[in-house]
Each structure stands twice: as structure tokens, then as C-alpha cells.
């Protein structure tokens, strides 16, 4: 490829849109270009790494047994009505009709279209385990796009679907495809780690993600440095200490009322009363639909409201306004389960049944002393809602967690019978008998990848790309305007190129200093410079894109040693030591 050929162009200033790294980088190296919020165009040099990245997929996918197919963008309603997502997802899904007025979807994942598929074509156990995976344009109307290939509206996903006899069949497939996960990441030069994850909109009994770690990403991870327990905040445990106080409810004392003049916090109320916080309970209000619905929590703790929502099987819940507690009777700061009528109650897993609790009297200026979960007022639902945080104990150790931030690049989920036993999809046992298949899916975003190939692999000139998913991996500049150095950079071009290395010759009429800055902000591994002084000392500069010192290299050995740096680099990103 020559660069005075090259379709597109670099840009000296970085763009105002752009913050992260990798977006401000693909957008000044011409590697992306923007046609709406959320929507890119791939430039030919970022489509030349994603093709690589996809062949590095499709090589882990086949090697644990994937069939790659291919379906449709467009689906029609029917399928989605079917598991009831058409009625659940909201405005990001994109609903249209037909010229014949039928609805239609523009596919945000594909599990409606796999698994009429499953339904048609498996039959039987002996067709079981069953992997199939595609890499297919997707349409998500995300209202806050942002961060380059991080977070669009239009992206291109490698998403794999595989189907199983039953859960144990699952549970044994399941870590060859989070391994596989790995392998790719680590391929394509992203370290990543493997954390928990909410199941979401997907559904299913478990869920993991594949995240970088970056102060840049949109993901809140909890992380134990001692054990290596890892989850996303909406997800993420933390050990409790809820001991068994050896009491019954009938031995603690009735609710007795006290008065806590202008103490509407839990802070200010643990002070007055010379309490520890986690002797007290603290009571919040969410808006559930049309619906009020309070929480109880321990005082020192707060709560995770993707976890309330996934106890409460919603899709989301927000805080109350003042107006909504005003329109229920409710004084903020002062609220409490006691007494509390026509609003269900949810109890933390961190509030005993058998030990009394400062809580709110529903009276501006009052707590109550020894309120009993469950005694003093009825729990509709109990589970764990709080919100990890950094320094809370680790759930496995109990050592103090990390809060890190991250992109999730890809994601696994134990999907069970969630979509195969409203479809419809069964197969028959050993014994003739009907039963729904167990499925599980997995997502990996490549724009997501690439993006995070960039952050992992850059410095304050521009990118550098790994071997393995570079465009190209020599950067050749004719540095002159003499004809014999125009005649030897062609005649090297060639003789390069026929034998099979992949080159960019950077043939412009430009100046030593643009050429250099281009060929850094590019990030091609290996730069070769070729000029009047370069031959004078016996061939050609060699210098890699990672390190600061050059040499020059003979013409006669120039084939063997690019080689043998294009094999090491190769052997570097090899995914066969990642377990």
C-alpha cells in the first residue's frame, strides 16, 4: 500500500469529541471516521486490523468446536414476541414495519434467531453439544454514545451460541468458551481479567465479563488483590458479618421511641445516640413503575440498584423524589418500615431477624430504638441490594476490595432454558421424552476489541501496534528526493511485498518530520527508513515502534531478519500458555 494512494489522512490536532485515548488516536490517524453519533465508518487501515482480530476469532471459536454461519440483520417481531423482549426492551431497540406493515426489529443480539433455528434443526441428543457462532453487524439505539468504538449505536459483535442436553452439559462446555475469551484478548495484546456479571436483559442463572482495566472505563470493578475475586459493582458480594446474636425477637425489647431533634442522617443519628452505624437502619425509598417500594439496609452500608432491580425482576428502579415521599406521608430522613402501609418492603440480607435496629419513627425529630426485622414489620422481599465499595471485605477472604474501572470487551451467560422453553426448542432424550435444550451465549464487541488494543498499545506519539493485529507490519520511508533513492525504496517495496510481508511505503512528497510523525501516530510495528545516508552505511534503518534505538541493516539480510522480528513478536501475543 502506498501512502500517497492511501484513502484517507491524518490529522496533526487532536478533535475536540474525542477524550480516551483510542478515539482521539483512530480519529487523527484516519483509522475511523465519524458519520453519526455512535455510528463510524471503519477507514481501510482500521478494516485491515479488524479482519485480523475476526481471524483470531474465528481460529479460538473453531478450536473448541464452533460452526461460524451467518444471520440476518432484520428479524421479524413474531420471534422476539415469542420470549416477550419486544414488549421488555424499551426505546433502544429499534422497531420498524415492512412495505407489507409487519413489524420488524433491527437485531440487537441474536438469541430469538438462534434458537428458531435450534428448533428446527436439532432434534435429538446425539446432535448435543451444540456451538455455532457468527460476526454480524448489530443496532443498539444507545442514547449516550460516546468514547470513539467504546460505546456505539452501530457495532459489529462475534456472538456464540451453544446448546446442551442439560445443565450439566452447559456447566462442563461453559469455561472452554471463557478460556477461549482469553486466548483472543491475549492474542490481540489486551490483558484482561474475568469478573462476575449481571445477567441483564439476556436472562439466565449466570453471567462473566471480560474487561480491561483502564481509569477510562465506564465499568466499576471490585477486585481483591489477596484472593483475585473479581465482579462488576452490579453484581460485586461483600462479606456482611452477620452473626447469629443467640436471641429470640420475643427477648428484645418493644420499640422504644427517642428523640433525635434535627438528626436526619445516619451519621448524625449514630453520633447523638453514641451508636455504631451498623446498628442502625437505613430506610430509602425507590420508584418501582408506578409503584413506591422501600428498602431497609444497614446504616453503614448503600444500595445497589441494579441488584434491587434484579430482585424486584425489573428492568430498572430510581430514587424517589422529595415529592413522591411528600405524596406517600413519608418524611424523609426520618423514614421507617413501622407502621408502614401500602408499600412493600425489602429487607437486606445484612439486617438480622434477631437483633433490634435504630430506625426512623415516620416523625420528623424521632428514631425508634430495637426495631425487629420481620417482627416490628412485614419483609415482602429479602436478598442482598448493597453497593460494593473500596475497603468493603472481600465475600471469599474477606480482605479489603479495590474499586477499579474497566471496558468490558466481551461477555458469557448461562442462559438455560430462559429462551429454548418459550420457543419452544426441544430435543429428545435417550428415552424418547421432550425436553427443552440448555443453551448459553457469548458476546465479544470486535469495534470494543480494537478500541482496546489502542488503549493497551499507544504512547504520547500514537499507537503501537501489536504484530498480530497491525494493518501492516513495516512502515517503509523513502526519505529523499534523489532518484536513487526513489528507485531503491520502490525496488525494496516490491521485492518486500512479493514475498508475502505486508508494507506500506510512504512515497509522499513530504518532509522527514511528517513522515516520521505519521508513520508514530499510525503505529505500524516496524519502521524502515531508506535514504542517501541509510544506503551510504550498507542498507536500510531498521527501528521496531516500541523502542527508541535503530540500527541499520544490510539489503542482502534484511528478508531474514524482518522474519525473524515478524515470528518473535508473533510467539509474544501466542494465546497457548492463557488458561
Given at each position: 500500500?502506498?501512502?500517497?494512494?492511501?484513502?484517507g489522512?491524518?490529522?496533526?490536532?487532536s478533535?475536540?469529541?474525542?477524550?480516551?485515548?483510542?478515539?482521539?488516536?483512530?480519529l487523527?490517524?484516519?483509522?475511523?471516521?465519524?458519520?453519526?453519533?455512535?455510528?463510524?465508518?471503519?477507514?481501510?487501515?482500521?478494516?485491515?486490523?479488524?479482519?485480523?482480530?475476526?481471524?483470531?476469532?474465528?481460529?479460538?471459536?473453531?478450536?473448541?468446536?464452533?460452526?461460524?454461519?451467518?444471520?440476518?440483520?432484520?428479524?421479524?417481531?413474531?420471534?422476539?414476541?415469542?420470549?416477550g423482549?419486544?414488549?421488555?426492551?424499551?426505546?433502544?431497540?429499534?422497531?420498524?414495519k415492512?412495505?407489507?406493515?409487519?413489524?420488524?426489529?433491527?437485531?440487537?443480539?441474536?438469541?430469538?434467531?438462534?434458537?428458531?433455528?435450534?428448533?428446527?434443526?436439532?432434534?435429538?441428543?446425539?446432535?448435543?453439544p451444540?456451538v455455532?457462532?457468527?460476526?454480524?453487524?448489530k443496532?443498539?439505539?444507545?442514547?449516550?454514545?460516546?468514547?470513539g468504538?467504546?460505546?456505539?449505536?452501530e457495532f459489529?459483535?462475534?456472538?456464540?451460541?451453544s446448546?446442551?442436553?442439560?445443565?450439566?452439559?452447559?456447566?462442563?462446555?461453559?469455561?472452554n468458551?471463557?478460556?477461549?475469551?482469553k486466548r483472543i484478548?491475549h492474542a490481540?495484546?489486551?490483558?484482561?481479567?474475568?469478573?462476575l456479571?449481571?445477567?441483564?436483559?439476556?436472562?439466565?442463572?449466570?453471567?462473566?465479563e471480560?474487561?480491561?482495566?483502564?481509569?477510562?472505563?465506564?465499568?466499576?470493578?471490585?477486585?481483591?488483590?489477596?484472593?483475585?475475586?473479581?465482579?462488576?459493582?452490579?453484581?460485586?458480594?461483600?462479606?456482611?458479618?452477620?452473626?447469629?446474636s443467640g436471641?429470640?425477637?420475643e427477648d428484645?425489647?418493644?420499640?422504644?421511641?427517642?428523640?433525635?431533634?434535627?438528626?436526619?442522617?445516619?451519621?448524625?443519628?449514630?453520633?447523638?445516640?453514641?451508636?455504631?452505624?451498623?446498628?442502625?437502619?437505613?430506610?430509602?425509598?425507590?420508584?418501582?413503575g408506578?409503584?413506591?417500594v422501600?428498602?431497609?439496609?444497614?446504616?453503614?452500608?448503600?444500595?445497589?440498584?441494579?441488584?434491587?432491580?434484579?430482585?424486584?425482576?425489573?428492568g430498572?428502579?430510581r430514587?424517589?423524589?422529595?415529592?413522591?415521599?411528600?405524596?406517600?406521608g413519608?418524611?424523609q430522613?426520618?423514614?421507617?418500615?413501622v407502621?408502614l402501609?401500602?408499600?412493600?418492603?425489602?429487607?437486606?440480607?445484612?439486617?438480622?431477624?434477631?437483633?433490634?435496629y435504630?430506625?426512623?419513627?415516620?416523625?420528623?425529630g424521632?428514631?425508634?430504638?430495637?426495631?425487629?426485622?420481620?417482627?416490628?414489620?412485614?419483609?415482602?422481599?429479602r436478598?442482598?441490594v448493597?453497593?460494593?465499595r473500596?475497603?468493603?471485605?472481600?465475600?471469599?477472604?474477606?480482605?479489603?476490595?479495590d474499586?477499579?474501572?474497566?471496558?468490558?470487551i466481551?461477555?458469557?451467560?448461562?442462559?438455560?432454558?430462559?429462551?429454548?422453553?418459550?420457543?419452544?426448542?426441544?430435543?429428545?432424550?435417550?428415552?424418547?421424552?421432550?425436553?427443552?435444550?440448555?443453551?448459553?451465549?457469548?458476546?465479544?464487541g470486535?469495534?470494543?476489541?480494537?478500541a482496546c488494543v489502542?488503549?493497551?498499545?499507544h504512547?504520547?506519539?500514537?499507537?503501537?501496534?501489536?504484530?498480530?493485529?497491525?494493518?501492516y507490519?513495516?512502515y517503509?520511508?523513502?526519505?529523499?528526493?534523489?532518484?536513487?533513492?526513489?528507485?531503491?525504496?520502490?525496488?525494496?517495496?516490491?521485492?518486500?511485498?512479493?514475498?508475502?510481508?505486508?508494507?506500506?511505503?510512504?512515497?509522499?512528497?513530504?518532509?522527514?518530520?511528517?513522515?516520521?510523525?505519521?508513520?508514530?501516530?499510525?503505529?505500524?510495528?516496524?519502521?524502515?527508513?531508506?535514504?542517501?545516508r541509510?544506503?551510504?552505511?550498507?542498507?536500510?534503518?531498521?527501528?521496531?515502534r516500541?523502542?527508541?534505538?535503530?540500527?541499520?541493516?544490510a539489503?542482502?539480510?534484511?528478508?531474514?531478519?524482518?522474519?525473524?522480528?515478524?515470528?518473535?513478536?508473533?510467539?509474544?501475543?501466542?494465546?497457548?500458555?492463557?488458561?
Open positions: 500500500m502506498r501512502m500517497s494512494m492511501r484513502f489522512k491524518t490529522l496533526r490536532e478533535p475536540a469529541e474525542a477524550e480516551l485515548p483510542s478515539h482521539i488516536l483512530m487523527r490517524g484516519g483509522y475511523i471516521s465519524k458519520v453519526a453519533a455512535g455510528i463510524y465508518n471503519y477507514m481501510p487501515f482500521a478494516w485491515r486490523a479488524a479482519r485480523k482480530i475476526e481471524e483470531i476469532m474465528r481460529r479460538e471459536m473453531d478450536a473448541i468446536g464452533g460452526q461460524e454461519l451467518l444471520m440476518p440483520v432484520v428479524h421479524p417481531a413474531e420471534l422476539w414476541q415469542e420470549t423482549r419486544w414488549q421488555a426492551i424499551g426505546p433502544e431497540m429499534v422497531r420498524m415492512d412495505r407489507s406493515g409487519r413489524d420488524m426489529v433491527l437485531a440487537m443480539t441474536h438469541e430469538e434467531t438462534i434458537t428458531d433455528l435450534a428448533r428446527r434443526y436439532i432434534d435429538s441428543y446425539k446432535q448435543l451444540a455455532v457462532y457468527h460476526i454480524q453487524t443496532f443498539r439505539d444507545e442514547p449516550r454514545s460516546r468514547a468504538l467504546i460505546r456505539v449505536r459489529i459483535m462475534k456472538d456464540a451460541y446448546f446442551h442436553a442439560d445443565q450439566e452439559g452447559l456447566d462442563e462446555y461453559y469455561p468458551m471463557c478460556r477461549a475469551y484478548c490481540c495484546g489486551v490483558p484482561v481479567v474475568q469478573v456479571g449481571d445477567v441483564g436483559m439476556m436472562g439466565g442463572t449466570n453471567a462473566h471480560f474487561t480491561y482495566i483502564t481509569d477510562y472505563g465506564e465499568d466499576t470493578l471490585l477486585l481483591c488483590p489477596e484472593c483475585g475475586y473479581a465482579a462488576n459493582r452490579e453484581t460485586a458480594t461483600i462479606k456482611k458479618d452477620v452473626a447469629a436471641l429470640s425477637p428484645i425489647p418493644a420499640p422504644e421511641k427517642v428523640a433525635t431533634p434535627g438528626k436526619d442522617s445516619i451519621a448524625a443519628v449514630s453520633e447523638f445516640l453514641g451508636m455504631d452505624p451498623k446498628e442502625t437502619m437505613k430506610s430509602m425509598v425507590y420508584l418501582n408506578d409503584s413506591l422501600m428498602v431497609v439496609i444497614r446504616g453503614d452500608l448503600d444500595v445497589n440498584e441494579k441488584k434491587l432491580a434484579n430482585l424486584l425482576r425489573v430498572e428502579v430514587l424517589a423524589y422529595p415529592e413522591d415521599l411528600e405524596k406517600a413519608l418524611n430522613g426520618y423514614m421507617s418500615p407502621g402501609k401500602g408499600i412493600k418492603v425489602v429487607c437486606d440480607d445484612s439486617l438480622s431477624a434477631d437483633r433490634g435504630v430506625a426512623g419513627a415516620n416523625e420528623a424521632f428514631h425508634l430504638k430495637n426495631v425487629v426485622p420481620g417482627r416490628d414489620f412485614a419483609v415482602d422481599y436478598g442482598d448493597v453497593a460494593a473500596q475497603g468493603d471485605p472481600c465475600p471469599v477472604c474477606g480482605k479489603p476490595l474499586v477499579k474501572r474497566g471496558v468490558e466481551g461477555n458469557t451467560f448461562k442462559l438455560g432454558t430462559r429462551y429454548s422453553a418459550s420457543m419452544g426448542a426441544n430435543y429428545l432424550d435417550e428415552n424418547g421424552k421432550a425436553k427443552p435444550l440448555v443453551m448459553g451465549c457469548y458476546g465479544m470486535l469495534g470494543r476489541l480494537l489502542v488503549e493497551a498499545n504512547d504520547e506519539r500514537g499507537i503501537i501496534w501489536p504484530m498480530t493485529v497491525a494493518p507490519h513495516i517503509l520511508v523513502a526519505l529523499g528526493a534523489s532518484d536513487t533513492v526513489k528507485n531503491e525504496s520502490e525496488a525494496l517495496y516490491r521485492r518486500l511485498t512479493s514475498k508475502g510481508f505486508e508494507v506500506v511505503l510512504d512515497d509522499r512528497d513530504e518532509s522527514a518530520g511528517v513522515k516520521f510523525n505519521d508513520a508514530d501516530l499510525l503505529g505500524m510495528p516496524i519502521r524502515l527508513t531508506l535514504s542517501e541509510s544506503l551510504k552505511a550498507g542498507g536500510v534503518e531498521l527501528k521496531m516500541s523502542e527508541k534505538s535503530s540500527r541499520v541493516v539489503l542482502s539480510e534484511l528478508e531474514g531478519e524482518l522474519s525473524k522480528i515478524i515470528d518473535s513478536e508473533m510467539r509474544r501475543f501466542s494465546p497457548d500458555e492463557v488458561i
